[in-house]
């Protein structure tokens, strides 16, 4: 697995006894890999009905000389993004401040709050899962309704991007074909016959949940950690807990499989931003991101940087020209 991976797996195993207090938190769903914003749990969250549209007069971002500060958490994807999200608001004239690689949402969520940033790359079920680790919601429009509601009157979230990085039940491109595999329900009838494979920790925490939710019964369940990609890859296992923007499914034509009842829950890649500092052409802009955003073309960008070793800045350039956004 690649760095980013391992940094994320090991982030998220350490977090689960001690969700309210630890820094990086664990989301509701308990993954096998997730990245340092998934999940966790705020001490300090101001309610109060914030719009999931940002477009006020704020002192930036409308393109007329304030200046919007972009910023990123501290792993590879988020900085990716961070890029994309600074690339695509200067192609529109917007004054531009990056600051990469901060840290911890704890850290990032407070400095939004206080205006020190602007605009942040976020995964909406993780930030839901932060704000309120009560919530129950898994799909898309029901997790950005719930942050609407949850978020302080000075932030919100823009539009949603149908790119996720999240679980997913993952098989090799030749399993899916001879066995017709498309979604999670598809397992049903191979399931017995199969070994599955992830961290230790993932046949406690879901075992249960996929007999009831898909009604799957593995053959066995064998703890495969790090090495989950390459396991799918040497046939070790037939269906392995690979985080869908992980970069070997690309390398090894691995296939995520749809997961229509929503085990894993929604966790889409969405701008959340200080609504002082963002007017109509930032949102714009930043909304225009969203709209061609999608996990496969996240997944490659993400083999360019943390296989390939390209600049994330780069990568963002080259993907916002071939969008028409840059």
């Keep these: 697995m690649s760095t980013t991976s391992t940094i994320r797996r090991t982030r998220r195993a ?14 509701a769903c308990g993954s096998s890999g997730g990245n340092p914003l998934d999940g966790g749990s705020s001490s300090a969250v101001a309610g109060g009905g914030a719009s999931t549209a940002a477009g006020g007069s704020g002192s930036g971002g409308s393109g007329d000389g ?30 531009v401040q990056e600051k990469f690689n901060i840290g911890s949402r704890e850290v990032l969520y407070g400095q939004l709050q206080s205006g020190n940033l602007t605009v942040l790359p976020e995964y909406n079920g993780a930030l839901l899962a932060y704000l309120d680790a009560k919530s ?11 942050l609407a509601k949850t978020l302080p009157a000075s932030l919100a979230i823009l539009d949603s991007s149908p790119a996720e990085d999240k679980d997913s039940l993952s098989v090799t491109q030749e399993t899916a074909d001879k066995y017709g595999l498309k979604t999670v329900s598809d397992l049903a009838a191979k399931a017995g016959e199969f070994t599955i494979g992830g961290p230790p920790e993932f046949k406690s925490r879901r075992e249960q949940q996929f007999k009831d939710v898909y009604g799957l019964t593995f053959k066995e369940w064998k703890p495969t950690g790090d090495t989950t990609a390459n396991a799918l890859k040497d046939g070790t296992v037939q269906v392995g807990n690979v985080f869908t923007t992980d970069p070997k499914i690309v390398q090894f034509k691995l296939v995520p499989l749809a997961d229509p009842k929503g085990v894993f829950g929604a966790q889409n890649v969405t701008p959340l931003v200080n609504k002082a500092g963002v007017g109509p052409t930032a949102t714009a802009a930043l909304n225009a991101v969203s709209a061609k955003l999608d996990t496969t073309g996240l997944t490659a960008l993400m083999k360019r940087v943390s296989v390939d070793k390209e600049d994330p800045s780069a990568v963002a350039k080259d993907w916002l020209k071939a969008n028409g956004l840059g």
């Design 136 to 146: 129950t919601v898994t799909a898309k429009d029901e997790v950005n309704a719930a």
């Design 14 to 27: 350490a977090v689960l006894g001690t969700l309210a207090a630890l820094a990086l938190g664990a989301t």
């Design 66 to 95: 304030g200046t919007v500060v972009v910023g990123s958490a501290n792993f590879p994807e988020n900085v990716l993004l961070g890029s994309i999200y600074s690339q695509a608001l200067k192609a529109k004239g917007v004054k």
